[in-house]
């Protein structure tokens, strides 16, 4: 079983739908970070959550941290969304290495 | 524009040779992580220096080696290289060495050995 899971693995979506993105981790940690690449590999980062909610334009990421579960949702998506979202968590113990989901590729369709 | 600067942006060589990858971190982050994204095993860490010295280690081969300067920027040295290396280098850099600072990432060195 990995660390980290995501679903889906893939999505297609229509231009203005709403876009829901799982992440769950078996491990405790003490972060967690949503990412963004592009199809030019290039690598964002959205959010770094460690409880609640944060919000970035039509971005929103939440974390339950007891059920070990984070969501990322985009709001009247756009093509230019389409990309590949990873999430990544960090444990407890000083200087642990950041673990990857494998990712959902998201194409919005105009 | 991250900040994070990593050149080059391409690169071509044969097996058996060595290469360097090189990063500049955003200024004032003190931070550098290394990552090796391929195409069957997604991202995986590598290495991470905070201030100069070593402060975690994933999944590097002893093929592998890393170290950052006084000047903060870090360099990752590949040699004996095997078809499996070809993979996208992404270099990161944040301003603390703990869990709860963001990352930002570089555009990534994409190595291809034939």
């Known amino acids: 079983k990995n660390e980290v899971e995501q679903s889906p693995q893939n999505l297609t979506a229509q231009e203005g739908e709403f876009i829901t993105i799982n992440c769950s981790y078996s491990?405790?940690?003490?972060?967690l970070h949503w990412l963004q690449q592009h199809p030019g590999g290039g690598i964002v980062s959205l959010f770094m959550l460690s409880s609640g909610k944060k919000k970035h334009g039509r971005l929103i990421a939440t974390i339950n941290i007891q059920e070990k579960h984070s969501s990322l949702h985009i709001t009247a998506s756009h093509p230019r969304d389409s990309a590949v979202y990873i999430c990544?968590?960090?444990?407890?113990?000083?200087?642990?290495?950041?673990?990857f989901g494998p990712g959902t590729r998201l194409s919005v369709l105009p | 524009d991250s900040g994070v600067t990593q050149t080059p942006k391409h690169l071509i060589t044969a097996t058996g040779q060595r290469v360097t990858l090189r990063c500049s971190p955003r200024?004032?982050?003190?931070?550098v992580y290394w990552y090796q994204q391929s195409l069957d095993q997604g991202l995986q860490f590598l290495i991470q220096y905070y201030n100069g010295e070593e402060r975690a280690k994933g999944n590097i081969l002893e093929r592998f080696s890393a170290q950052q300067f006084p000047d903060l920027h870090s360099e990752l040295n590949l040699s004996s290289l095997e078809l499996g290396d070809s993979a996208l280098y992404f270099c990161?850099?944040?301003?603390?060495?703990?869990?709860?600072?963001?990352?930002?990432f570089g555009n990534g060195t994409r190595l291809t050995v034939t």
């Open positions: 990544a968590v960090r444990g407890h113990n000083y200087g642990q290495n950041f673990v």
């Open positions: 491990v405790g940690i003490s972060a």
């Open positions: 990161a850099s944040s301003v603390a060495q703990g869990v709860d600072s963001p990352l930002h």
């Open positions: 200024s004032g982050d003190l931070s």
